[in-house]
């Protein structure tokens, strides 16, 4: 009778243990854990990046020197080719052009009533524009000096602004725009996407006014932004009862349908107290 007794009291206690591990503050802890890790986890190799750069580590800096002085021989050998590139670069990726995109999703979002991802969307750039230009001026990273310059810019070389400004806005678009491309041709802004962030990372080298690991870095730095910013949205979306979303169905998925992307689940919308009646 008393094993039986110690026996109720022990499986009592690992009840009361696993309800208070399940609760609401449980299930924020284990987000919250869940976003450093996957933030730090991304922001690793942006870190391991500029400790390499800033240590001046001999294979990249060889790997940079080679490669600025291959594609600055091709660009002096092909001028036509350099008006190309820096067509590219100066205006449909350049980063004014990107950031004016984002506004104007910005305000399309607005006119939904999307509140909350339009804020996304408008904090996810900015937030990249102003850490980027941190990281560039505490880093002060002097960019490529070539004989005979096919093209000049100003300010620092470390991260790519054009880089970071291109992973950023395209990262935006499509986690919000995707929903609203049938599943058929979802494939088309991948590549769209993909692209640009590859396009404006070769013409940036190309045209002699960043290192390669310049937009290697502002791409990791990019993406590290969008992360956490990602998880931050996903976190608002599990508390307010929605379903987890895949990268390929977008950040919103509600945002195709008709009806106010804000509303709350009907999940969300049913009180507990409704669940026993």
């Known amino acids: 009778m008393a094993q039986r007794t110690a026996r109720s009291r022990r499986l009592a206690s690992v009840r009361a243990l696993l309800a208070r591990h399940s609760g609401p503050d449980a299930a924020f802890g284990r987000r919250l854990v869940l976003a450093v890790t996957a933030t730090a986890a991304v922001a690793v190799p942006f870190a391991l990046a500029l400790v390499l750069v800033e240590s001046r580590w001999p294979p990249l800096y060889r790997l940079d020197r080679a490669t600025a002085e ?3 021989r091709t660009a002096l050998e092909h001028p036509a080719w350099v008006r190309v590139l820096d067509f590219f670069t100066g205006v449909v990726w350049d980063p004014v ?3 004016l995109l984002v506004a104007a999703l910005v305000v399309w979002l607005l006119t939904r009533r999307a509140w909350r991802l339009a804020t996304w969307a408008a904090v996810t750039a900015t937030s990249g524009a102003l850490i980027g230009f941190l990281v560039k001026n505490v880093v002060e990273r002097a960019r490529p000096h070539l004989p005979e310059p096919v093209a000049h810019a100003p300010g620092f070389s470390f991260p790519s602004g054009h880089a970071m400004t291109a992973m950023t806005s395209c990262a935006v678009l499509l986690l919000v725009l995707l929903p609203l491309v049938p599943r058929a041709w979802r494939a088309l802004p991948w590549a769209l996407a993909a692209t640009a962030v590859l396009g404006v ?3 940036r080298v190309a ?3 960043h290192w390669v690991s310049d937009v290697v870095g502002g791409w990791l730095l990019g993406a590290a932004v969008v992360t956490a910013t990602t998880l931050v949205f996903e976190a608002w979306r599990a508390d ?4 987890r979303t895949a990268v390929s169905e977008g950040l919103e998925p509600e945002i195709s349908s008709d009806a106010d992307p804000e509303a709350p689940s009907r999940q969300a919308a049913v009180a507990p107290s409704d669940l026993g009646t």
Not at 240 to 243: A, D, L, N
């Open 70 to 72: 291959r594609l600055h």
């Open 207 to 209: 045209l002699g006014v």
């Open 97 to 99: 052009t990107m950031r």
């Open 240 to 243: 307010t009862g929605r379903p």
């Open 201 to 203: 990372g070769y013409t």
